[in-house]
């Protein structure tokens, strides 16, 4: 299945508010410590199989520095909104979980995934364990100085990408026994399965930070920046897992034809079936184990159809609008700079 | 793994309320209406796998009843609290969702499992859908007449009632391998696991129900009403499905003996060393396959350390203390009478 999976990715999130995000997860799984605490210390990097800490984190913790990069930009107060990004981390990690489940993964970051090392059984539990922490650390919230009324606001934001995200993943998992997905069946996915959670995670940083949004005209903005920052990020992605440096995304080129995912550049070529030998195509994706040569000619006929090239049009157009939608909040430039910055970290600043 | 399964429970939950509440469900998922939303209205017994309609509910709606039966017994509005007994039966499909995936249970009512039609992958996915459905259902009560800050103290205390189920959960998973748990164990880990949303549907009724009640009393006393009758529901359920009579129940005697399954009378006997050969006890329930005259030689094991009466003890206690809280609420006899009712029908009308 489809997901940008960050460590390969060949840029480093800036490490705004690092420690602060972290102690925040910290203390919200260790306030209910039980057995199954162990199961998610371990999936967030803090500690081995064995229950020793380890002390380098891995989580790049995206989700949770755009949601308080928005809300600085909105002149909120960060300490405030905290609960808010946490929460964003723990449900993009309960779908982590769930995913190298559903996906058969048996490292993540390299190492052994959660049903690996407990059986699936455990990890799916251990998933909806952290999906109702993540739950328990919004409502808190309102001990942070935001309204009640607030805290419901973004209580539904989160649940609401919750079902998006499950929505998308409903989509890419059937997808798999499918041949005749389109483009836009795709955009569609990701659009739920990636972008809405980016989306909620700008959204609700400014929805908490803006003291003035009565019409709510910013979140809405913030939320669209979110939403296109989303597809920029996954659409490169894919180029990235096609035509990668080994050395940068510490995957073999080639590696998500290897997979058979149907990503964008696929799904071009498939669409494209008047240049290339779209049943010759299908017939060499649809073997069970893809060979290098059978690798190398299914890249051949994706350079024949430029299919490199519509997508990385995709990326630019995503990042362009979402460096509008940015500039649309009549927010001063020298606030939206560090989101201006990330933007061109995640989808590449060679445009 | 255990846990109650109402459809094979020889008892009505009265009708109370059915149609408001089958309504409320059907209204939440279908605001919704994605593809996944197929595989939720199938689990919830309204459509067939092709998507057809089907005239019969399946569910007893036993969570969300007692929800309303704690609000009407304290005064409240049932309109105003339909959103949280939804929340709660939704979260009690969630759990059933993931339960039939993590012990492989192939059927659920004599229809095929969500994972058995669709595979595990959309089944962990449809899980947490329904999950996110219940978060987005609870907060409604905000715009059913209940306050934002009412509102908030709702979802935590269902989050809560989530975690609390998944810590439950990973223990009996737990214990499938180890070879000593102890009745303390068990007592401990259904606590969590069935015990847990029952005392949190009825909080959550006489919560949102009671018009006065500023320390909280009337909301503790309803919660250890409904967690002392979740004790003695499931207990109840494991003597059925021992000794439990098959046109009742639907299945065999000693149905759970050939399951292995690790149920208060079996780890009551185990405890029981002096008594039993509990050596042969071991080795005939560590097997893989348990044959039928197995099953009765551990019965007779069983039916030797009076381990039937030991758990049917168990039941008559946890109802007399269910049955001690409601009396000690203060609320008038004849306002509890259904809740009185509804306690006796759960755990056998015999005492």
């Not at 705004?16 to 990097?45: C, K, P």
């Not at 090392?117 to 364990?129: C, F, P, S, T």
Request: with cysteine; charged share 25%.
């Amino acid at each position: 299945m489809t997901s940008a999976d960050i460590s390969n990715f060949p840029f480093e999130v800036p490490a705004f508010w690092q420690e602060e995000i972290t102690a925040e997860l910290q203390e919200a799984i260790n306030e209910h410590n039980t057995d199954v605490s162990s199961l998610l210390r371990y999936h967030m990097g803090w500690e081995d199989a064995s229950g020793q800490p380890k002390l380098e984190t891995t989580g790049k913790l995206l989700r949770p520095k755009l949601c308080l990069l928005a809300c600085q930009a909105t002149g909120g107060n960060i300490q405030q909104v905290l609960p808010a990004a946490a929460a964003l981390e723990f449900i993009h990690n309960f779908s982590l979980i769930h995913d190298d489940i559903e996906d058969n993964s048996q490292e993540r970051h390299h190492r052994a995934t959660v049903w690996k090392l407990w059986g699936k059984a455990q990890a799916i539990n251990a998933g909806d364990a952290m999906f109702s922490i993540a739950h328990i650390e919004v409502l808190k919230l309102q001990h942070a100085g935001i309204s009640a009324r607030k805290t419901l606001s973004a209580a539904g934001m989160l649940s609401k990408a919750c079902l998006n995200l499950c929505e998308g993943q409903h989509m890419d998992i059937s997808y798999e026994a499918r041949s005749d997905v389109t483009t836009q069946d795709y955009l569609n996915m990701i659009t739920k399965k990636t972008a809405a959670l980016l989306a909620t995670a700008t959204a609700l940083g400014a929805y908490l930070g803006a003291v003035e949004d009565k019409d709510g005209r910013i979140t809405d903005r913030f939320y669209r920046f979110g939403e296109y920052l989303g597809l920029a990020f996954q659409i490169r992605d894919d180029i990235l897992g096609i035509w990668g440096d080994e050395r940068q995304t510490g995957k073999p080129v080639g590696a998500d034809i290897k997979k058979k995912k149907k990503t964008l550049p696929v799904l071009y070529a498939l669409e494209k079936s008047s240049v290339i030998n779209s049943k010759e195509f299908k017939e060499i994706h649809s073997r069970k184990l893809l060979e290098g040569s059978e690798v190398t000619k299914i890249i051949g006929m994706l350079d024949k159809v430029n299919a490199r090239k519509y997508t990385q049009e995709k990326v630019e157009y995503y990042s362009h609008q979402a460096l509008a939608q940015l500039e649309a909040t009549g927010i001063q430039a020298a606030k939206l700079a560090p989101l201006e910055e990330i933007t061109h970290s995640l989808v590449g600043r060679d445009y």
